[in-house]
């Protein structure tokens, strides 16, 4: 078992795709067929059913990149820090954002700065959603995670700094009668319906934003959804309306997101584990100059 064995079956395991597969690790389609071919040989399991017109993962595969997709970020960071010897290298870091879009341009800001002022800085970046990025953190697998204040706060060993704060919108179509109006307040959203984000998958500040809009209407009409990507879509299909923070809504020349009175402001920011042995408070401080231009 090789690393670009490894490297094309992740791909692959998450692509389903051989051609694409084969785009983002630079070699044929005929070669990672390879690649994987001979990965499974070697293990004795079948990871993928594949015939002309789909690839799936096969129980055994999808175990297999559970644990690969945690354990090849790490192997390859340590091949690169071996390959690092005799030159100059300081440390790495293990970050965790959620992904939404103004995230994405925040993040590509940080690597540019680090990239820019710490060259011999190796950055390893995490999609994870909120649970399983405060979990990582709690278990010291993460060196920093982006979030808002009230999903760790409750827990004494992680350390928070607050980045700005942000104010709760309500997303509706352009075309919406209230597109018209400056700020919203709740007794405004009586006869609308409303999409929320699923209350098990959502941080608590937001869960209580939307049971707070709940009990404010009289016959809500409530829907929802897995995701802020998956409400807007379906506020683009005329579902209804949604109450999320600014920084979750994305882009779009259909959209409109205006204030809601009356809504706690959110504290956003990083947070870190209290025992992590590197210097992350050096580290945060760059990130809150990167978010004070």
Known sequence: MNSRQLECFIHLAETLNF?????LVYISQPAV???IKSL???LGLQLFLRNKRRVELTPAGQSFYQDMREIYPKLTAAVSKAKSQGKLFTDSLVIAYEGNEKEQVWMAEVIAHYHRQFPSLRLFLKNLDYKSSKKSL???ELDLIFTVSENIQAYSEIQFQELFQEQFVCVFR????????GQLCLEQLQQESLVFLDPLNTPPELAQVQNRIEHSLTEPQIY???SAQIAQAMILGGVG?????RFAVQHSDWLQAIPVKDLPALSYGIAWHKQNPKDISSFSQEIAFIFER
């Open 19 to 23: 051609n694409a597969t084969a785009r």
């Open 40 to 42: 499974e040989e070697e």
């Open 33 to 35: 067929s390879h690649q």
């Open 138 to 140: 709690l278990n010291q």
């Open 241 to 245: 309306l949604a109450v999320m923070p």
């Open 224 to 226: 929802y959804a897995d």
């Open 174 to 181: 352009k075309d919406h009668p209230l597109s018209r109006q």
